[in-house]
């Protein structure tokens, strides 16, 4: 039962939920702003409402609309912002379309699209009139969180109200960061950490002067001081934008990209380069090989035939003799897709993190950026800070949670010399933390910060980056001003997101099924995993349901809870169970998710795929 509504002019309604739905009424009809799935017909009853006439959406993200199928199949009208349109009406296209699923570098339209389509009545676009039973409702263009996102501005009771979906939060906040993903300036969107921020500056500044007494948005407080709130979280971004451009490997690899900071006292001066020692040469695309007196080599990364091919190459004219092992840095495709014709080619070993091994061998159960479809032979997943021999080095293998959580770093000793093989962790300019989507997580001794206490402890004399031709070191100096200001981001992203930990608001996966994808066969049963990061100091209860397709059922009748202690990670278990005559299809399953006694809605999903 959503909580009690809240009237905020005559007529006029806000019922929180998983977001605010905004509602007003004319008699026994009423018009929604949003729908979140919570909201029932009977709970409208209360209100005096027997009959929902028009549901106006700010976006297409199912927190937000997956409770109007109800009431669009009793008649109520939809109507879009016409950027997304495609998105309520032709959902099986997203779904189906290949892109979406392997090898991904984009983040628009999101992985919350509607898993049904819903039937659009009208579509509407900056500067359209919505005429209501003698209420105008001025439609604003606001992208930022989604392309398409749109606010709706009209006056009740002499007060202009605003609905204005995911824009804010409250004064001075935004409800999470990672929907900004998006390319800017050529960059694909997985560069685009907050690429998205310039746009959702224009809709905060166009919100701040649209004359709106009182904002509300879909996921926080009623706004009662507008300008104040938007003053306030344009001044937040701005630091938070120096900050981040400050150290930042975009100003190694796009140079040109950042100009708008690049006089800024906080820009890090670039590491010094070098030369690569004798025994490192580069195979090609993202592999390197460690070569011994021997002539044996160790690979570091396989992405590409062209790897394959030049180590045989090698072989027959003689440049080395074998390759005895491979170790894999991280997930991303441009650095595994390869691995499994390595295997058949050399039949060598392949290790990786533990952290990583999982998703080479079988990444049909997770969905992260960049991900490969090509599951990999690994023969060992190490463990942090383990140790061995390899011909006349000494190996040490770490968790090097930097570009992504699913990251390790390798340290290599040997010929008077300290190598570490940082992955994609690192460039001269800084820190590769450009895509929410790889889990960079603040704080000591997690993400960055742990990689940087590793450089500290073991001192390496250099950095090997797999994207790079040249090795580099960084100072003491560098290190403290890396680690200073991944301090400072934090107390900034503490002050504009209002979770209890950042990490909450930059962390797109925080919550997510396991596997993510899998296979069934009618009238079989399985279970998935709904997964949980507390990224909080303090133990939080968590819970979520399925919502399944017709004659599919689930074996819980009550919610299926669990309650995960400070930064830890818990799960939830959910067994469905598929009719005989399931429909052989690509299901997609949104799941519901509660989490510290807040609805979050339908905002993660598995795959089954009935054979």
Known sequence: MPKAAVEVAPGLYVLPGAVNVGLLRAGEQALLFDCCDSLLPQHLASLGVRRVDMILCTQHRRPNVAGARTFAEAGAAIVVP??????????????????????????????????QPLPVARSVREGDAIEWHGAIIRVLETPGPTDGSTSYLMEA???????????????????????????????????????????????????????????????????????????????????????????????????????????????????RTQTLPSFVRRVAFTSFALISDSGAALLVDCGHDSVVETLQHWIRKG????????????????????LHRLAQAFGCPILADSHVAPILRCPLRFFLPCISPNPAPVTRGTLDGESWSWREFNLTAFHFPGQSLYHGGLLVEGHGLKLFFVGDSFSPAGIDDYCSGNRNFLGAERGFRRCLAILRRHRPDLLINQHQDRAFSFTQEQLDHMDSLLVEREKLLAALLPWQHPDFGTDEWWVRSFPFEQEACPGSKLAIDVQFTNHGDRAARAAAEP?????????????????????????????????????????????????????????????VVVR
């Open 157 to 271: 009771g002499g007060r202009k109200v605003c609905f204005c979906g995911d824009v804010l939060f409250g004064d001075g906040q935004v409800w999470e960061l990672y929907s900004l993903q998006k390319g800017f300036g050529g960059i694909l969107d997985y560069h685009g950490f907050l690429g998205n921020l310039q746009g959702l500056k224009q809709s905060l500044r166009k919100l701040a002067g649209c004359g709106a007494e009182l904002l509300v948005p879909s996921h926080g407080p009623i706004i009662r001081e507008p300008k104040r709130a938007v003053a306030l979280a344009l001044e937040r971004l701005s630091l938070l934008w120096r900050n981040y451009s400050a150290i930042s490997s975009l100003n190694y690899y796009f140079p040109a990209l950042l100009r708008d900071t690049q006089d800024d006292p906080w820009r890090m001066k670039p590491a």
């Open 82 to 115: 016409e950027a997304e349109r495609p998105l309520f009406e032709d959902v099986s296209s997203y779904w189906e379309d290949w892109r979406n699923r392997w090898h991904i570098y984009h983040h628009r339209p999101g992985p919350q699209v509607l898993a």
């Open 319 to 338: 440049a080395i003799t074998s390759v005895e092992a491979c170790w894999v840095t991280h997930y991303h495709d441009d650095h595994v897709d390869a």
């Open 547 to 607: 919502v399944l397709p017709a004659g599919w059922r689930w074996q819980k009748r009550a919610l299926a809870r669990t309650s995960v202690p400070a930064r830890a990670e818990g799960a939830v278990r959910i067994w469905l169970c598929l009719p005989a005559d399931a429909e052989p299809a690509r299901h997609v399953i949104p799941l519901r998710v509660w989490w510290a006694g807040r609805y979050l809605g339908q905002c993660r999903h598995a795959v």
